[in-house]
């Protein structure tokens, strides 16, 4: 019972560089999102994929860029970390892209430091 | 654009009721929902309702919706300490995952 499995599960990222973080989800789900969290506030969409070979802008895309790379895979990219992209990244997936079947993975705190 | 609050804490017995607020500014919202996150955990969904139902029950679980007022709430009768967590108010106006406006969250605290 994988579910949505996220890694890492924890980063400390200098200002400057660059990291992946990785999704995988293997319940045949159509749709995949990435998240964050910040103190404070509720989730913020930051890039989704509708379905294999597509990929859209959320809320805040800003300094993110996503790849989804087959169906059961949806990476997030920051190619130059900042300290404001320190957050807790969460990965989704949801079979109909309906907002009441959607799965989240565990998350991966992030700091930029 | 849309809005979604939520008090931050909420403190409760063991045993007792729960009632955990939201309010939204979304007058087309067509789905509300809520989710429970645990500590170091993803987050699950707990219920939802639509915006043409003012009630949804599902076991120690109440959803009352006042859509004249945008106001929500999540009712957990005999509160329990496995209740602890974070619950999160949110809500759409597609059903579409991609388009859920989340709030805040409120930390429950339930004392023995």
């Known amino acids: 019972n994988a579910g949505v499995t996220q890694t890492p599960k924890f980063q400390v990222l200098k200002t400057g560089q660059s990291m992946t973080l990785q999704c995988a989800q293997d319940?045949?789900?159509?749709?995949m999102y990435w998240y964050r969290q910040d103190p404070g506030m509720g989730l913020r969409l930051i890039y989704y994929?509708?379905?294999?070979?597509?990929?859209d802008k959320g809320e805040v895309p800003n300094g993110y860029n996503v790849s989804r790379l087959n169906k059961r895979e949806f990476s997030l990219r920051l190619e130059s970390a900042a300290p404001s992209q320190t957050s807790v990244y969460f990965c989704?997936?949801?079979?109909?892209?309906?907002?009441?079947?959607?799965?989240f993975g565990e998350g991966s705190w992030l700091t930029v430091v | 654009g849309e809005d979604v609050e939520q008090s931050l804490f909420l403190s409760v017995r063991e045993g007792d009721s729960s009632v955990i607020n939201c309010t939204y500014t979304?007058?087309?919202?067509?789905?509300l929902y809520w989710y429970k996150q645990e500590p170091g955990a993803g987050l699950q969904l707990l219920t939802y309702?639509?915006?043409?139902?003012d009630m949804k029950q599902d076991q120690r679980l109440t959803v009352l919706l006042n859509k004249k007022d945008k106001h929500l709430s999540l009712r957990i009768a005999d509160t329990q300490t496995g209740d602890s967590a974070i619950y999160f108010c949110?809500?759409?106006?597609?059903?579409?995952?991609?388009?859920?406006?989340f709030g805040s969250g409120t930390q429950l605290t339930v004392l023995p």
């Open positions: 989704a997936s949801s079979p109909t892209g309906d907002g009441n079947t959607i799965y």
């Open positions: 319940m045949n789900h159509n749709s």
């Open positions: 994929s509708a379905s294999e070979g597509t990929t």
């Open positions: 979304d007058s087309s919202s067509t789905y």
């Open positions: 309702i639509f915006s043409n139902m």
């Open positions: 949110a809500e759409g106006n597609s059903g579409s995952a991609r388009q859920l406006t």
